[in-house]
């Protein structure tokens, strides 16, 4: 506390008034204010002194300033920031002749003051006065009371939610950096807030109760650029999922100021996951199975192609395949693609079921309901074992069905005791299980 300076006979006080042009901010947002000083005193004292503001400053108690946005707003004066916390504002005038703000004249400064996210609901502005005298005898002890006073002004703390944006990839390749890359955006009131400095950290989340949680790697806490954006890297170093399967992203802050938690899209993580142009080919191993698989895809310009095992489900014709454990391949993506499917299967998996040694593996197929194909039997189903291609080619047999063409070209047993199916596919953009 400063304690005001006791007036005698010889010393009257005079009065100030000052007036601050924000009695709010928002903390985190940088907001312009005015502060004004008016000399309030009426008339010279009993010794024919008349009293004058002759300098003042402006405190801020929290807060930062850009100095190149403060200036004083009345000619003739000059205002100075002070380097260090607390801000500090001085005023003089700009000639040292001048005696300064003559009784019922004001001299005003402008800023832009950014009070820092958390600081609290309330800051103060205090001004001080220091007074000047036209009396010539040099004592000059006129004093203003009181000298200093202090204004409230509210700060206030947004609820600042989380989104991801742009929205996570569908689709990403195991143990690689998202290509996106991740990011969250802070928002206040479904409206993009550019403040930065706030903590975001991505958790794995399970897409449902029973299903398994990412392993991830990399990136996971940062905190949001000027854009109100927390950015997890890049596409070359960033977040990644080190686990095959399909999974979510939580992002939370440990702020006060936000609000919930925000949770991705699935994200299906595959073995192989890559861009092609007219042509490519990829090749994936099940580590339970042993079985690979090698894609070749053809199209016009560029596509996406996804292949991998370990994904999690089981088609239902799965058990006419063999006794298990089951495996199955995925493929999809590359929607209006064609392309075949080199299928090997390991000596474990044919001898699992009785031949008379010539190739026998059958392939049960897994594929949407609106992409079904023509299984052993004849019938149009979503999930059954593949027939055998015609002459080369797809069978439709199924009168009246929209059929995928899909069926095993050929089989082939080899020296070990491994027996390779291939099948031809007209889609390879349907998500698929075989």
Not at 87 to 107: F, Q, R, Y
Not at 111 to 134: E, K, M, R, W
Not at 273 to 293: L, N, P, Q, R
């Amino acid at each position: 506390m400063v304690a005001a300076a006791t007036p005698t006979s010889e010393s009257p006080s005079g009065t100030y008034s000052a007036a601050v042009s924000a009695s709010s901010v928002q903390a985190g947002v940088a907001t312009p204010i005015t502060v004004t000083l008016t000399n309030g005193v009426a008339s010279a004292n009993d010794e024919g002194s008349t009293l004058y503001i002759g300098s003042a400053t402006v405190t801020m108690t929290v807060g930062e300033l850009a100095p190149s946005a403060v200036s004083a707003t009345t000619p003739g004066w000059v205002a100075t920031l002070a380097s260090g916390t607390p801000a500090v504002v001085t005023l003089t005038p700009s000639s040292t002749t001048d005696p300064g703000v003559a009784p019922g004249a004001s001299v005003s400064v402008g800023f832009i003051l950014t009070v820092p996210v958390g600081s609290g609901s309330h800051i103060a502005i205090t001004t001080d006065a220091t007074p000047s005298s036209t009396q010539s005898d040099g004592d000059f002890d006129d004093v203003f009371t009181p000298a200093m006073q202090s204004f409230p002004i509210s700060v206030l703390e947004p609820s600042y939610t989380l989104g991801f944006s742009p929205a996570v990839p569908a689709v990403v390749q195991e143990s690689q950096a998202f290509c996106g890359p991740v990011s969250v955006q802070l928002y206040q009131a479904g409206t993009r807030a550019a403040v930065s400095g706030i903590p975001v950290e991505i958790t794995g989340a399970a897409v449902s109760p029973s299903a398994a949680l990412p392993d991830l790697a990399g990136t996971s806490t940062v905190s949001t650029n000027s854009e109100g954006l927390a950015v997890f890297g890049d596409c070359s170093s960033g977040t990644q999922i080190d686990n095959l399967g399909t999974f979510a992203l939580q992002a939370t802050s440990s702020s006060p100021l936000v609000v919930g938690a925000v949770t991705s899209e699935p994200i299906m993580v595959l073995q192989s996951y890559t861009t092609c142009t007219d042509t490519c080919s990829v090749t994936v191993t099940s580590a339970t199975t042993g079985v690979s698989a090698t894609i070749k895809a053809t199209g016009k310009g560029k596509f996406n192609l996804g292949a991998s095992f370990g994904e999690g489900l089981t088609p239902a014709c799965a058990s006419q395949v063999n006794p298990g454990p089951w495996d199955p391949l995925f493929v999809g993506e590359a929607s209006g693609v064609s392309g075949t499917v080199t299928m090997t299967f390991p000596k474990e998996i044919v001898n699992t079921q009785a031949n008379s040694g010539r190739p026998h593996m059958q392939v049960c197929a897994h594929t949407s309901t609106s992409q079904e194909f023509q299984a052993i039997g004849g019938g149009a189903t979503a999930d059954g074992l593949v027939a055998d291609c015609v002459n080369g080619t797809y069978p439709y047999n199924v009168q009246g069905t929209n059929l995928l063409g899909l069926c095993v070209q050929s089989r082939a047993k080899g020296s070990l005791g491994h027996e390779t199916v291939v099948l031809q596919v007209s889609n390879l953009g349907d998500p698929s299980f075989w």
